[in-house]
């Protein structure tokens, strides 16, 4: 097969402190008269979404408000948001949240102009039609889909966390105003930089990596090694901010260009049956996948425990791999991410119940075939018992 690589972006960026103040006139630029903002009840009650709307309303732009969007976005949420989009005539979407209300709204998009269910496009490439434009707000330095082609909708039905994966999924452009994330409590903090971190280092060891992903997937491992631990610690502290922003905007483009892996592919089933945070889901997998991970892109890990200086260039690939995995136990340790057994949000007998299925939904989701090592079934299994 030719070596192509395909790489899809926010057409436009815009990032730094105050961005947001530029929201209305980038919104301009669409020619549009109404749009929805799609959110979450917080940012309602901060006055965040008021202040948003005057500044619309001043730019002679009407926009309605949806916010009936829960964490893990649902199904039923999506649906729910696509009849007020229908119903308030509106032309584009203007996100503002986590990844929660970004994934929302881009799969509102899609429906606009693709017929439903939405499960029908769950996996690679399904979506025919563009959707109607969507400008995405970050709001937690994490997920990075504002940077992103997926949106990842809950089938709560099913118990399963749909990965939906197409370039129309990608917005057509962001706003990431690190300022934004300032208000996150630490444990919040401690998760989405963690996925972060996970987005970078799964990008980067991807069967499916590449020359245009590596150098963001590095740039977004070496940003939260400087700055994860003091945006946790201080939370209004501007260079830390700003640091996890881009990071989170690095790894987004980096893991969409590339892919996540087995760490993803693990959590989503965890988080759906047990309605973990998708960060917490993530950091409590990562030291043990990436130790199982290891001898299938030993180089590679070596620079990823090089670059957070878990190890020094004397040490061999072979050393910083253990140290990496070392490194990444004590991260977790001093943001206070416990383990899943330590963490009283999971059941054991319940755990020890679905682990067939867990194993064999993240099997189904396609994130682990690229693992740099395909796991079996019974290895995800024993990779989960481990975790545990
Ligand atoms: N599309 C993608 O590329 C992608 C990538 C990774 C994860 N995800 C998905 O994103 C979702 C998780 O998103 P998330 O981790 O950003 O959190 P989230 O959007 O689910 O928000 C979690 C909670 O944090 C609150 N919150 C958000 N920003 C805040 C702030 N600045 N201050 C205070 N509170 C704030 C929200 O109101 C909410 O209660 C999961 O469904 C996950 O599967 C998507
Ligand atoms: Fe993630």
């Known amino acids: 097969m030719e070596n192509i690589i395909q790489f ?5 960026s815009l990032v730094g402190g105050g961005a947001i103040k530029k929201l209305a006139l980038l919104v301009k630029e669409f020619e549009v008269n109404n749009v929805m903002i799609v959110t979450d009840t917080y940012f309602v009650k901060t006055g965040l979404i008021n202040l948003i ?4 309303q001043s730019n002679g732009i009407n926009a309605s408000v949806f916010s009936d969007v829960s964490p893990d976005p649902s199904l039923e949420n999506v649906y729910h948001g696509l009849e007020d989009f229908i119903a308030s005539k509106a032309e584009m979407i203007v996100a503002v949240g986590g990844g929660s209300p970004i994934d929302a709204a881009k799969a509102i998009s899609v429906l606009v102009h693709n017929p439903p269910p939405l499960n029908q496009y769950m996996g690679y490439h399904k979506i025919k039609n563009p959707g109607v434009p969507v400008i995405a707000v970050p709001t ?3 997920t990075g889909s504002e940077a992103t082609k997926v949106a990842v909708i809950s089938d709560n039905q099913l118990g399963v966390k749909m990965m939906i994966f197409d370039k129309h999924l990608m917005p057509a452009a962001a706003v990431v105003d690190f300022n934004l994330a300032k208000s996150m409590p630490q444990d919040l903090t401690a998760f989405v930089g963690v ?28 940003l939260v090694g400087k700055h994860l631990a003091t945006a946790w610690e201080i939370p209004e502290d501007n260079t830390a901010r700003e640091g996890m922003s881009i990071a989170a905007y690095q790894g987004g483009l980096a893991f969409t260009n590339s892919s996540v892996c087995l760490v993803h592919g693990m959590s989503r089933p965890l988080g759906a049956i047990f309605h973990l945070a998708h960060g917490f889901s993530n950091a409590m997998l990562l030291p043990a996948v990436v130790s199982f991970s290891l001898v299938g892109a030993l180089e590679k890990y070596a620079i990823v425990s090089r670059i957070l200086g878990f190890s020094q260039n004397s040490d061999s690939d072979e050393a ?10 004590k991260l977790n340790k001093k943001l206070r991410i416990p383990t899943l057994g330590t963490s009283g949000k999971i059941e054991k007998v319940k755990f020890e119940k679905n682990l067939e299925k867990m194993a064999s939904d993240a099997l189904a989701s396609g994130s682990p075939q690229n693992n740099p090592i395909i796991p079996t079934m019974d290895e ?5 018992q481990k975790a545990w």
């Open 8 to 12: 899809n972006a926010p057409a436009t």
């Open 195 to 222: 996925d972060t971190l996970t987005h970078g280092i799964e990008a980067f060891v991807s069967k499916k990596s590449n020359a245009l992903s590596d150098p963001l997937a590095m740039s977004c491992i070496n």
């Open 380 to 384: 995800i299994i024993s990779l989960y």
């Open 53 to 56: 709307v005057s500044d619309l």
């Open 140 to 142: 937690t330095s994490g």
């Open 320 to 329: 910083a791999g253990v140290k990496l995995v070392d490194g990444l136990e």
